[in-house]
């Protein structure tokens, strides 16, 4: 064989496998995609329905250990959402928009999610699309999250040490409208 065929031959070889693998990984984040979904929403509904506790369960670790564990996390919760402007506010939407990316990494999954909210306190319509990393093990079925944009990179760190570095989290869209 001349050395171009071989040439070839290894090349084909290596783009086979390339594409093989690609194909496997993007299958590894499409089956994960359900859970993204559920997960996120049982967090969002059980803020909506002041629930911290539930919440407290699909929240980052790291923020709810940054607070002071679970017990305190949803103390503060019941005290924000219970006093001022925000013991006034109704919660008119709460939800989980589309999926932004997912990504498999070496412990497991990653992703960012859109949380839309939309909260009408005196007289006054905030709706927000804000984008919520997730974690999940290699199983990719139990995931966490924590609303990441708007913060800076040092708080980030703080609550996501590990961030793949393919995720690119979007700025917060918020409109507030007088009604």
């Known amino acids: 064989m001349h ?8 090349t084909l070889l290596f783009l086979s496998i390339f594409i093989h693998t690609g194909i496997f990984a993007q299958a590894d984040t499409n089956s994960v995609r ?14 909506s329905k002041g629930d911290y506790a539930t919440m407290a369960g699909f929240t980052n670790d790291n923020l709810v250990k940054m607070i002071g564990g679970k017990k305190a996390y949803v103390a503060i919760l019941e005290k924000t959402m219970g006093e001022g402007d925000m013991a006034k ?19 497991g999954f990653q992703c960012l ?16 699309v804000s984008a919520l990393y997730g974690y999940a093990d290699n199983t990719g079925k139990r995931w966490k999250f924590a609303d990441i944009s708007n913060k800076d990179a040092e708080m980030v760190k703080m609550i996501v040490p590990d961030l793949d570095k393919r995720l690119i989290i979007p700025k917060k869209v918020e409109t507030v409208e007088k009604l």
């Not at 050395?3 to 290894?10: E, L, V």
């Not at 859109?114 to 927000?128: M, P």
């Open 3 to 10: 050395s171009k065929s071989i040439s070839r031959i290894i």
């Open 34 to 47: 359900p859970f993204i979904i559920s997960c996120a929403d049982s967090m969002v509904k059980a803020f």
């Open 89 to 107: 506010a109704e919660i008119q939407e709460a939800g989980i928009g589309k999926i932004i990316k997912v990504v498999k990494t070496v412990n």
């Open 113 to 128: 999610v859109e949380q839309r909210l939309t909260i009408i306190f005196e007289k006054t319509k905030v709706k927000s």
